[in-house]
């Protein structure tokens, strides 16, 4: 396609965690479906939202409330109506949300939909954290809401591009970013909920690291704004765009809701995978130890 706009949406969330689930969800959904019309308006054709989008992130606590957020996928109502924003404004959106499959599995889900408004496919968030965070009782008590993923690194023939999704924690594993650039990713979608803190200082280190070893767009979204009443941390936004060389082709801001609009040059992915070759000179006859370690 040579050069495609990416929008990357970055937002608060301003409801109260006390309120119920279904304020929540609609509160974010009417907010996001106007951030994704104005990105289409400003020429973004792939739009990425933060992971879980249409609330908070409601893992900083361990409450079965929040389990009547989650949707099947793709029949329930929010995929079906981003399917048909999607083929309104003719982009494709990269789409998070709480998935709930048969009785009770639960999973941290994104599906892929087409610009022409059809379901794709979906990946699961497969590296689930459990870990304390901020104060208090806060944390990232993600194994209390969430299966591990069992879908594999699917990539998605998109109108606009090959794209791979990874989602928040899986960024600090890279086998799995290797994975996706070999099903021939030309940009990989990482939707997150991250906070100021112990890891911050990796959020511009490991995906413009995963970008030049895979020589693929990396487009990385945090939501912004503090959430009441955990107060776990700031979610300190600065999403962007890296291309295959490791450069930011486009960053947010820290704290404002913001479209990220960045340009994607698939010349500049033929050209850095024809110089550096990782792919050529890569051994996996010798790494058949790494998995049973």
Not at 156 to 163: C, K, L, N
Not at 196 to 221: C, D, F, M, R
Not at 235 to 251: C, E, I, K, W
């Amino acid at each position: 396609m040579g050069k495609i706009n990416i929008g990357l949406i970055q937002a608060s969330h301003e409801v109260e965690g006390s309120a119920p689930v279904e304020e929540h969800k609609e509160a974010a959904i009417q907010k996001h479906i106007t951030l994704v019309r104005e990105a289409a308006a400003r020429g973004a054709q792939i739009i990425g939202l933060q992971e879980v989008f249409y609330g908070p992130y409601f893992c900083t606590e361990q409450n079965p409330k929040w389990y009547a957020s989650a949707e099947p996928v793709p029949e329930g109502p929010t995929t079906r109506r981003f399917q048909a924003l999607a083929k309104e404004l003719g982009v494709v959106i990269i789409l998070p949300v709480y998935e709930v499959e048969g009785i009770a599995s639960y999973y941290n889900t994104a599906a892929v939909i087409d610009a022409d408004g059809s379901y794709l496919g979906k990946y699961r968030k497969h590296h689930i954290p459990h870990v304390e965070a901020g104060e208090g009782t806060n944390g990232f008590w993600e194994k209390y809401y969430f299966r591990p993923g069992n879908l594999g690194y699917p990539v998605f023939d998109t109108a606009y591009a090959r794209v791979g999704v990874y989602i928040c924690y899986d960024r600090h594993f890279p086998e799995g970013a290797r994975l996706l650039g070999l099903a021939g990713a030309e940009i990989v979608f990482n939707p997150s909920a991250t906070v100021a803190g112990t890891s911050e200082y990796l959020w511009k280190l490991e995906q413009p690291a995963h970008a030049v070893a895979n020589g693929y767009y990396v487009a990385a979204i945090n939501r912004v704004g503090v959430e009441a009443p955990w107060n776990m941390g700031e979610f300190y936004g600065q999403s962007y765009l890296v291309d295959p060389r490791g450069r930011m082709v486009a960053m947010g801001s820290r704290d404002q809701d913001e479209i990220v609009i960045g340009e994607m040059d698939t010349e500049i992915i033929r050209e850095v995978r024809n110089v550096w070759q990782f792919y050529r000179d890569r051994r996996p006859e010798t790494y058949e130890h790494l998995v049973n370690l």
